[in-house]
């Protein structure tokens, strides 16, 4: 099993153009989540989903959208991106049944740069 | 509110010491669970474990073990006989079972551990 991938690696975006980062899993997790991680801090949640079709707002959501269509794929859409948006992204999924919480599996991260 | 609380923002031990990573935690809710993830060089974040908290009784894994105590709100996390790969920034975090955080974990700033060897 691949786990959880993440598309681009890297990027450098310039203030104002718009990027999708893509992410996927292959273990047929339920819930997906979408984190920032800024340097020398801990990862901040940006949007989650609870299973397809379904997408809510975590603590820092301005300036990002989500879909979720499908259980496997989650994209994180940045809109005129902004200095501020530059960061380490993570997405993360994790099997949640009832009011179980179950450890979440992360991707890779993608590394974005605005300029 | 949730919170976690990592105070140690760096340790540097060397090679075979023993090093407690301490980890701090808030939350009104009876039914949560707790968290240690390991941030090597590489970036990544990879597991280490999960403790839900019914469950105090400590946890040993090789090399770490994990001290759960409800009465300080912590949930330390030591490494015994350290290595250089043990080099890494060490998460704690909290999720909480009930309501509407659907299990979203809240994270700790981070410990960064240096091994030397």
């Known amino acids: 099993n691949a786990g959880v991938t993440q598309t681009p690696k890297f990027r450098i975006l310039k203030i104002g153009q718009s990027m999708t980062l893509q992410c996927t899993q292959d273990?047929?997790?339920?819930?997906m989540y979408w984190y920032r991680q800024d340097p020398g801090m801990g990862l901040k949640l940006i949007y989650y989903?609870?299973?397809?079709?379904?997408?809510d707002k975590g603590e820092v959501p301005n300036g990002y959208n989500v879909s979720r269509s499908t259980t496997e794929d989650f994209p994180l859409r940045l809109e005129l991106a902004a200095p501020s948006q530059t960061s380490v992204y993570f997405c993360?999924?994790?099997?949640?049944?009832?009011?179980?919480?179950?450890?979440?599996?992360f991707g890779p991260g993608t590394r974005l740069t605005v300029t | 509110a949730q919170k976690v609380t990592q105070a140690q923002t760096e340790i540097s031990v060397v090679e075979k010491e023993d090093v407690t990573l301490d980890c701090v935690y808030e939350t009104r809710d009876t039914t949560y669970y707790l968290f240690w993830y390991k941030q090597p060089p590489s970036g990544e974040l990879v597991f280490l474990i999960r403790r839900n908290s019914f469950d105090e009784q400590n946890e040993i894994s090789g090399r770490y073990s994990w001290n759960f105590q409800k009465s300080t709100s912590s949930f330390n996390f030591t490494i015994t006989a350290s290595q250089v790969v043990d080099s890494a920034v060490y998460f704690c975090?909290?999720?909480?079972?009930?309501?509407?955080?659907?299990?979203?974990?809240?994270f700790g700033k981070g410990t960064k551990l240096s091994v030397k060897p």
């Open positions: 989903s609870v299973g397809a079709g379904i997408t």
């Open positions: 273990m047929n997790h339920n819930y």
């Open positions: 993360a999924s994790s099997y949640s049944k009832g009011q179980g919480t179950y450890e979440q599996y």
């Open positions: 975090a909290l999720s909480e079972a009930l309501g509407g955080s659907q299990g979203n974990l809240i």
